[in-house]
């Protein structure tokens, strides 16, 4: 019976398999920080900063989630054995088996990781910490390495098409080049002078796309590291890189919402499109068979745009993100919890994958009860009734000294008054509904 219902999903959304229209992938609860595709084009892992990972097997509506990180993730790796790797804000890789969806937890860094990779030969696997290492996990289960010199936050890797070496990039304005097998650096390649993003290696072709904070977006030869091709635009900062799967096209994306698609044979730049209405394109892949080009920004979606049709689809941030509404027309108390909580707490129904719980019925609820929502243990265990006292000293205080241990991020709210305001409005907001199961 599952079968047959997901042979009809399947033949009836073909979009991610390959250029089919504009489309988006929706359900996360907070912006995509990663996108990957499958090998065989037929389905897609999003990393969101709702704290899961997206799994979309043949559907563009119904993905499997797959939860347990404890932050936001920012990095998504088909690993092609029916398993998949996720890392994020909470400094720990996680190895999925995409069937049941369970996972295993690898530890290490000591820092958010924002990037990984995969070995040719599928062995190893690489990430790219705020550490400042390089974290080489075998996965066949043997110990760590990490690789050390970067002086700065690494922010992304790629291994060369033999893996007997690896390409690191970094906040330290460095590209640097190391031998896999050693752990130890070759060669410092270049020094940009400013951090380092993203990079794109496309050895079959010779070269290596790098892009930076300062807007700094160039290709150097493998050969001789000469630059073949300065795409430095009026724009920053570059975050986001992506090739074709054929190499001939390079998409730029960068933190004013542009996607830059650029001709790998003559270094033309074949299109400049405005991605999103505001804000930044974070993660960018091409569908297998390269028609279509997925982004990711502040929406809590990826959007999908045919590569030669760009203005046929929607703009990412041009919808109701709550958080960026008017200011003008909310209430100071509205204000305060759209910009400061929205992004984490819907008021009403359930948690929805935001990586807090839902607030509704928050006063008078004993923390860390809400039935849908993964709680650390200092929540599950606590004594709290939430109300406006306790409300008002969760954020006098900040969470880190009211609730020490709480997966809750350090924040507070200095002005008695505007703490006032939000507890006014959030009582009022989050009245039950009794929609929620
Ligand atoms: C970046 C995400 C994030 C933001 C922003 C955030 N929270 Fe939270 N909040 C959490 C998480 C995660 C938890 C659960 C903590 C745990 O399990 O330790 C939580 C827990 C809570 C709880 C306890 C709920 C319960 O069921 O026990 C309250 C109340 C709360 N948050 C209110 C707020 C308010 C009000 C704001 C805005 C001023 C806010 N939060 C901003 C992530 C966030």
């Known amino acids: 019976m599952r079968g047959l219902l997901f042979a009809t999903i399947l033949s009836l959304v073909p979009a991610l398999a390959g250029a089919d229209g504009f489309f988006t992938l929706m359900g996360h609860g907070g912006p995509v920080k990663g996108i990957d595709v499958s090998h065989d084009g037929q389905a897609v892992l999003t990393a969101s900063f709702d704290n899961s990972v997206g799994y979309w097997n043949g559907t563009t ?3 499997r989630w797959l939860e347990g990180h404890e932050a936001a993730v920012n990095a998504v ?24 969806g369970t996972s295993e937890v690898l530890t290490g860094h000591q820092g958010k990781i924002l990037m990984l990779a995969l070995s040719p030969d599928r062995k190893l696997l690489a990430s790219a910490s705020w550490d400042g290492s390089i974290g080489l996990w075998p996965l066949d289960g043997g110990a760590p390495r990490f690789l050390k010199g970067h002086q700065s936050n690494v922010n992304a890797v790629a291994f060369t098409a033999d893996g007997q070496h690896l390409y690191s990039v970094s906040a330290d304005g460095t590209l640097r080049l190391w031998d896999v097998a050693t752990g130890a650096q070759k060669r410092r390649v270049l020094s940009h002078g400013f951090g380092i993003n993203t990079l794109v ?11 930076a904070v300062d807007g700094g977006t160039r290709i150097i030869a493998l050969s001789d590291d000469k630059v073949l091709a300065d795409l430095t635009a009026d724009r920053r900062p570059v975050l986001a890189m992506a090739s074709s799967p054929d190499l001939d096209q390079l998409a730029i994306g960068d933190g004013q919402g542009y996607i830059m698609l650029v001709d790998t044979t003559d270094w033309s730049i074949a299109r400049d499109f405005r991605a999103a209405q505001r804000g ?25 745009w045919p590569v030669d049709d760009l203005d046929g689809g929607e703009k990412l941030a041009s919808g109701e993100r709550t958080f960026l509404n008017d200011p003008n027309v909310m209430s100071n108390g509205e204000r305060q919890f759209q910009r400061k909580c929205s992004i ?8 929805a994958r935001r990586a807090g ?32 006292n ?48």
Not at 392 to 411: E, R, T, V
């Open 201 to 211: 290696l496309a050895e079959a072709r010779g070269w290596l796309a790098y892009g």
């Open 344 to 351: 984490c707490h819907r008021l009403t129904g359930d948690t």
């Open 280 to 304: 930044p394109i974070w993660a960018l892949h091409y569908t297998a068979d390269g028609g279509n080009i997925h982004a990711g920004g502040l929406d809590d979606a990826v959007f999908s």
């Open 357 to 388: 719980p839902t607030l509704e019925g928050v006063f008078g609820r004993r923390a860390g009860t809400v039935p849908d929502y993964r709680y650390s243990e200092t929540l599950t265990g606590s004594s709290i009734i939430w109300g406006a």
């Open 390 to 437: 306790t409300i008002d000293a969760l954020f006098d205080l900040g969470p880190d000294h009211y609730i020490p241990g709480s997966k809750m991020p350090m924040q507070r709210i200095t002005a008695a008054q505007d703490r006032r305001d939000l507890i006014e409005f959030l009582m009022t907001a989050t009245e039950p509904t009794g929609d929620r199961p």
């Open 77 to 100: 790796l088909f690993l092609g054995d029916g398993r998949a790797a996720s890392a994020g804000d909470d400094f720990d890789i996680r190895l999925w088996d995409l069937r049941t």
């Open 61 to 63: 509506t119904a993905p």
